[in-house]
């Protein structure tokens, strides 16, 4: 955590929301990741960063390159 600054962590919450939206809600994917509904509340907020590995699994899921949730670097 820390690596990311506070617009970064917002933009990669706003990018899981997009992506999540049409296909889970918050607590069914919550219980996909093994993670509580609030942790997945958290990242869309960009209060809270995900691992990567769970990244990686939000890719898997939402059927989406890992790429795409990561925001461009300056």
Known sequence: EGFLTLTEGREIGRRIRAARQWRYTQAELAEQLGVSKSLVSRWEAGSRQPPLTKLGQLSR????PL??????SH
């Open 61 to 64: 899921l939402l059927r989406k």
């Open 67 to 72: 790429s795409s949730f990561i925001p461009d």
